[in-house]
């Protein structure tokens, strides 16, 4: 009867769903105190900060995290701060990649390892023309047709660099 036991099962399914939950809360806490830091702690007079509360009610993040996220802006702990990175893609796809990071070097070493493993390279200054920025997501105006074993490629190397904690949005011009 080994491996039959029901809360062998649920412990596992819980543990996964628990990660990516903290992961999901993780990221909208650093949006929420960065908003909070560069326009103020007042949702009200803050639209960036009340949409990032939003987010954060509808995906349940507890009150009291989110009480923490926005005090957390105002003690000058962590000097959060945004990043936006260039890469070319296998097949010349151009890709932007948008974070939030503490520590801007440790970050663009880490993303250039996980585009170098993934055939991709650091392109600063020259991937952004592809795109333009509507709200808060990248959209492509020109855009490139791949085989499917390129979109595979991509699809991995998105998946990899989703992985990153400090990553929090990414676009590329493949169709």
Do not use: C
């Amino acid at each position: 009867m080994s491996g039959h036991s029901k809360w062998s099962q649920i412990k596992h399914k819980k543990g996964a769903e628990d990660s990516k939950r903290s992961k999901l809360f993780s990221q909208i806490s650093r949006v929420i105190t960065l908003a909070a830091r560069e326009k103020g702690i007042d949702p009200t007079l803050n639209p960036s900060l009340r949409a990032a509360i939003e987010k954060a009610q509808q995906v349940n993040m507890p009150k009291d995290t989110i009480e923490r996220a926005v005090t957390k802006a105002a003690s000058n702990e962590d000097q959060l701060m945004r990043v936006l990175y260039e890469a070319y893609g296998p097949g010349g796809v151009a890709i932007v990649i948008e974070g939030i990071t503490d520590n801007n070097n440790r970050t663009f070493a880490e993303v250039r390892v996980i585009l170098e493993d993934h055939d991709a390279k650091m392109a600063p200054g020259s991937a952004i023309w592809a795109f333009t920025k509507e709200g808060d997501a990248w959209k492509p105006t020109t855009t490139v047709s791949e085989p499917e074993e390129i979109k595979q490629k991509i699809d991995g190397l998105v998946e990899a660099l989703q992985e990153h904690d400090d990553i929090q949005h990414i676009a590329h011009n493949m169709e």
